[in-house]
């Protein structure tokens, strides 16, 4: 696995792993981790307060044996650290449950000039101590790769609560996977592509509200729910008397399903392969033969420049539905008049994506149309489905094409079409 990582047939055998195996290597992770924060604290406390801690007194910290949930990262406002703690008496009856606890390892830096990051630290801090659950929330200073490699290694749940959609990556998430960790995220970032059920728990159900406060709300209520009525009960679920198999089942299944997609090696693969190799190949073809294919790639730009006001989209046509369920297609034509270049001078696409609330199309894609000659002029068609229910807008455009052209946007020309609208809905039943 260290020289393929990107192998998913190599990654299903994890869960031919015996669970007791699996279950003994992340119960020593964690042990390891509540061993090296009660380090930290002992530390802290006798910097700070010229306190030594006896081991007796150290042991109060956390418990080895026990759920235990990670939140690492910047103090960003829009990351939320907080958002567990909208709800104290909740949060106060899972940690302090005699039969299922849970307890919760923060670390993590603000800007020096972000006071509001630095005061979701104090409010983490000050809640454990006014509660009296510092034995169950601990914050750990002076966050660094030393932190971060044994929180990964040893939480049984990574935590990630953005306010969506303003999350990047989120990787260190990705690293839990290796370590047996289990994600508990927002639908951002990379979880937005991760997540499938059994893989995890996604908060929320992946919708935007204008009200900062209302999506905060739902949000905490979403993650809540979770916890109580889903992630701890499965934790503690001991079918035979011994393990918690349905959470190993989970475990496995998540390194088994994700960790071959999320990893550097299959990301610098992909660079390579999509944009690198591709990019070193046509300039080889561009300055062979002394230069002739560059040549005629600057004539054939020259072609378009001088004819592209020409080209105009005439007509859309598409099957005329006001809603179609997800997974199935609509037929989108265009009548093209192309003026004096050629049809392999263009290429035809179906642009869509979701209906922004200014009337635009967001988060877009596209779709290659193929062509058929008319006595009117050339007319495109393709199909167009989604994945995702929702309001969505689509248009045609039309793009230069030619062998040797690298991103044919680069050009500036684009022909755009009149919009349409159509809702897609999951059907159920």
Not at 295 to 309: D, G, P, V
């Amino acid at each position: 696995w260290r020289q393929s990582p990107d192998d998913k047939s190599l990654w299903s055998k994890v869960r031919d792993i015996p669970d007791e195996e699996l279950w003994q290597a992340h119960v020593s992770s964690r042990e390891r981790l509540v061993n090296f924060v009660r380090r930290r604290i002992a530390e802290h406390r006798a910097r700070t307060a010229g306190l030594d801690l006896t081991a007796e007194e150290l042991e109060r910290f956390l418990d080895p044996s026990i759920l235990t949930i990670g939140f690492a990262r910047r103090f960003a406002t829009y990351k939320r650290a907080t958002l567990l703690l909208r709800n104290p008496q909740r949060l106060l009856a899972l940690l302090r449950d005699s039969q299922r606890p849970l307890q919760m390892i923060f670390a993590g830096k603000a800007h020096p000039q972000d006071e509001e990051g630095k005061s979701l630290i104090r409010n983490i801090v000050h809640f454990a101590k006014a509660e009296k659950v510092e034995h169950r929330i601990v914050f750990i200073e002076n966050y660094d790769m030393v932190v971060a490699r044994h929180l990964v290694q040893g939480v049984d749940v990574w935590l990630n609560t953005p306010r969506r959609p303003l999350e990047a990556s989120g990787t260190s998430g990705m690293k839990v996977l290796g370590n047996g960790g289990l994600n508990l995220s927002i639908l951002d970032g990379w979880w937005d592509e991760a997540y499938f059920t059994g893989l995890g728990w996604a908060i929320g159900q992946g919708k935007n509200y204008t009200d900062g406060g209302t999506q905060d709300e739902r949000d905490a209520q979403s993650l809540y729910d979770i916890l109580e009525k889903q992630l701890v009960p499965l934790f503690y679920h001991v079918e035979d008397g011994q393990l918690p198999r349905r959470w190993i089942a989970r475990m496995k299944d998540s390194m088994a399903e994700l960790i071959p997609r999320f990893n550097a090696h299959r990301m610098v693969k992909e660079y390579c392969e999509d944009f690198y190799r591709p990019a070193f190949e046509r300039k080889k073809r561009l300055t062979a033969n002394e230069l002739s294919e560059l040549h005629e790639l600057s004539e054939w730009k020259q072609r378009i420049a001088a004819n592209w006001k020409a080209v105009k989209i005439k007509a859309i046509t598409a099957k005329r539905v006001e809603m179609v369920s997800t997974g199935n297609a609509i037929e989108v034509g265009a009548t093209v008049d192309l003026g004096s270049l050629k049809p392999e001078d263009v290429e035809a696409q179906i642009y869509f994506g979701l209906l922004l609330p200014d009337g635009s199309i967001g988060y877009s894609n596209h779709a290659q149309m193929e062509m058929e000659t008319t006595q009117n002029g050339y007319f495109f068609k393709g199909k167009l489905s989604f994945e995702e229910s929702g309001q969505y807008g689509y248009t045609v455009r039309i793009v230069p094409s030619h062998p040797l052209l690298g991103n044919p946007l680069r050009m500036g020309f684009v022909c755009w079409g009149e919009m349409g609208q159509v809702e897609a809905k999951t059907l159920k039943g």
